[in-house]
């Protein structure tokens, strides 16, 4: 397990002689196209975020209160895509989205975010169903109780005890997005994000950049998960069921 | 805990026997074979896929590997076991090696042949693999002169390559088009890719070296456009031509890499896409009208749209084409110096050059073969057997392959009547004519600082940059 990214470092920090450098992360920090590809894979990722959670939200919220006999049947309905292998759903996506816009080449960045969403929906949804439906019923009753009106409970009791499920939700969403160039290519995006260009570096046989790029991702990965553990903190244990 | 002891006990015993059973079987040869994905015979054809040709029927009934591998052993009573493995991209199999696997025989493109070469990393063939009086060399048999001599002059270092090379599939780029939407003129220089008519309906190869040589192309149409004229019209030699068109689609200039890099970023929103593998379909679809494409995957996207009832045609630019070819090579990593190896390799190659196996491998991959088949007329037959026109058809032209099955291009034994819409169709793009192919330069093999210089210009072209200017 560890091999390999021992491996990677020992590429991050060396040079095509074998010294050891750190000019490929001064490379990475002063030139424009990878400080403008981690801003485009942030922007894509960030809208795919966004989306999704203003979708999921509400999905998992009817979820969580339709009556038992129809909640496995719309449970199912986002579960089953799952079943099929991804590139088949892009492939599906791409027919639907020629079939609207005419020609996919008009709006890659659209296409983009839509296919993403579309692929990781489930990912956002089951998380914040799972925190939603755990809530114990007699909080919500006690905020009736106590005089709150339906809006008042909503932010007050039930958004804030969702917030484990929104965060997990998110960071499950978040760093695919910022890699998966392969809905990218699918969807003929040829704007290169994260992944790409790492691939494009090894494919040209220049691992070390190749591997500087990984290291700086994983980086920001561990940024990311220290960020959201700490606010998952307090529920740490609501986080462990995420699917 | 007696019970992972037993586990571990019980594991090592096993992986005793496997190690010895390794060594039992030693006397059994494997041949190490590393080749691009469908790229041969994998056989289970339908009786109805039966080729039938004047010399016989030919069908793919088991995989050509199966087949090399029984009738190795029946021709020359020894066991042989093929360990047959492929890959996706050139870069991709140089990668594998530079990993450390070790293959005997591999099929990469020209210029990753010239790029393994240079680094000493080839095994030669034995003179006597091309000794074409003896009557098992199929491949020094059978392949095409016009294959061989254009192969004898590509050097690196002023060492030819000819020696450490059998040819395998080989053919030219140029654009699949639908005539409804695109006229021939338009679909035949490689200006097509930015004419405003067709924006975002157009799409260029997801790989640089195709889109360098394309973009030169662009650039220099004029100046390509009129060497050609100036070679028709005889003020310079055929020779004399030919070396400047070579080195004006090698150029290495990083002025010339920094004005195709402009062009790309200036017309990038011209193409439908950037793509490997899916202008194929998409062309057959109707989604994008014309596709920058390798003649084989164009026959192959031609046969596609006929059965939806379209018929699309095939073009090569006027300014120059792309002449690429694969080959069989031997590693020196996986040889060494195994004499025995190296013959099993050269067997192997003389047995997918056989006239008969040429023609299932063409049929199941649809490029063409570089063997022409010397005596045998059986691959002739097949192009034939594709393109040529029932008896009864009237509107038919005489397509001369002379060039290429007896090295002659003036002769007019070898002659295809096919129907007229096949100077546009799959012979062409099959077969190109001669007047194609003199226009035709290959893509050499490039330095590691410019190929540093080319895979910059890529990302440049491909990031997104705020900086920009």
């Known amino acids: 397990m560890v091999l390999p990214l021992l491996v990677i470092i020992y590429y991050a920090f060396t040079n095509a002689e074998g010294e050891v450098t750190i000019d490929n992360f001064k490379a990475f920090f002063t030139s424009g196209n990878t400080i403008g590809t981690l801003i485009y894979s942030f922007v894509i990722a960030f809208a795919v975020t966004a989306v999704c959670l203003l979708i999921a939200y509400p999905v998992s919220y009817a979820l969580a209160v339709s009556k038992a006999k129809y909640r496995a049947v719309l449970l199912m309905l986002f579960i089953i895509p799952m079943w099929v292998n991804f590139t088949l759903r892009i492939t599906a996506v791409k027919e639907i989205l020629t079939f609207v816009e005419g020609s996919l080449a008009f709006h890659p960045f659209l296409n983009t975010v839509i296919g993403m969403c579309y692929d990781f929906l489930p990912f956002m949804i089951l998380p914040i169903y799972t925190s939603l439906e755990k809530i114990d019923v007699s909080l919500v009753e006690a905020a009736y109780d106590l005089g709150a009106t339906g809006r008042e409970t909503f932010i007050k009791v039930i958004l804030p005890l969702s917030v484990p499920g929104i965060i997990s939700g998110m960071t499950m969403v978040f760093l695919p997005s910022m890699t998966n160039y392969v809905v990218l290519d699918m969807l003929y995006n040829s704007t290169y994000i994260m992944g790409s260009l790492i691939g494009s570096y090894f494919s040209a046989y220049d691992w070390h950049n190749g591997s500087m790029i990984s290291m700086v991702l994983f980086a920001i990965i561990v940024v990311i998960s220290m960020i959201t553990s700490r606010f998952g903190e307090s529920d740490s244990d609501e986080r462990g069921a995420l699917l | ?469």
């Open chain 2, 1 to 469: 805990m007696y019970k992972k002891m037993l586990l571990i006990i019980s594991l090592c015993l096993v992986s005793v026997f496997i190690c010895s059973c390794d060594k039992k079987d030693d006397d059994v040869l494997t041949l190490r074979i590393c080749n691009w994905e469908e790229y041969i015979d994998e056989g289970d054809w339908d009786e109805e896929e039966t080729i039938d040709l004047p010399s016989g029927d030919i069908i793919g009934e088991n995989s050509m590997i199966e087949d090399f591998e029984e009738w190795y052993e029946d021709t020359y009573g020894e066991k042989i076991k093929v360990e047959y493995s492929c890959f996706g991209t050139n870069e991709e199999l140089y990668n594998q090696l530079t990993l450390g696997d070790e293959f005997d025989l591999v099929c990469p493109s020209e210029y990753m042949i010239m790029k393994l070469l240079n680094e000493d990393k080839l095994v030669k063939y034995d003179d006597s693999f091309y000794d074409a009086s003896d009557d098992s060399n199929y491949y020094a048999k059978g392949v095409s002169p016009y294959i061989s001599n254009y192969v004898k002059d590509i050097k690196v270092e002023n060492v030819s390559i000819a020696d450490y090379i059998a040819g395998y599939m080989w053919g030219v780029t140029g654009s699949v088009y639908n005539p409804e939407e695109v006229s021939e003129e338009d679909a035949s220089t490689w200006k097509l890719m930015i004419n405003p008519k067709y924006k975002r309906k157009v799409t260029m190869k997801d790989n640089v070296r195709d889109a360098y040589f394309a973009s030169l192309g662009m650039l220099k149409s004029d100046e390509l456009v009129k060497l050609f004229d100036d070679y028709k019209s005889g003020k310079i030699t055929f020779d004399e031509y030919h070396k400047i068109l070579n080195q004006e689609m090698n150029d290495e200039d990083p002025k010339t890499i920094q004005a195709v890099e402009n062009l790309l970023q200036d017309n990038k929103d011209m193409f439908y896409s950037f793509e490997t593998d899916n202008g194929k379909s998409d062309i057959v679809t109707g989604k994008i009208v014309t596709n920058y494409q390798w003649s084989g995957d164009g026959v192959f996207a031609l046969d596609q749209a006929e059965e939806d009832g379209v018929y699309l045609n095939f073009a090569v630019p006027k300014e120059c084409t792309n002449l690429w070819f694969d080959g069989w090579v031997m590693l020196k990593d996986g040889i060494g110096g195994d004499d025995r190896r190296k013959i099993a390799a050269e067997r192997f190659v003389n047995f997918i050059s056989r006239p008969d196996n040429v023609v299932r491998n063409m049929y199941y991959i649809g490029y063409t073969s570089a063997i022409a088949g010397g005596d045998d007329s059986t691959i002739f037959d097949y192009a034939d057997w594709c393109y040529g026109a029932e008896d009864d058809e009237e509107d038919v032209v005489d397509y001369p392959l002379d060039y290429f099955f007896s090295g002659d291009s003036e002769g007019d034994e070898y002659v295809i009547t096919a129907p007229r819409e096949q100077l546009k169709r799959q012979l062409f793009a099959q077969y190109p004519t001669v007047d194609v192919l003199e226009r035709s330069s290959i893509m050499e093999y490039c330095g590691g600082e410019t190929t540093s210089e080319l895979n910059q210009m890529w990302i440049n072209v491909r990031c997104f940059n705020p900086f920009r200017k």
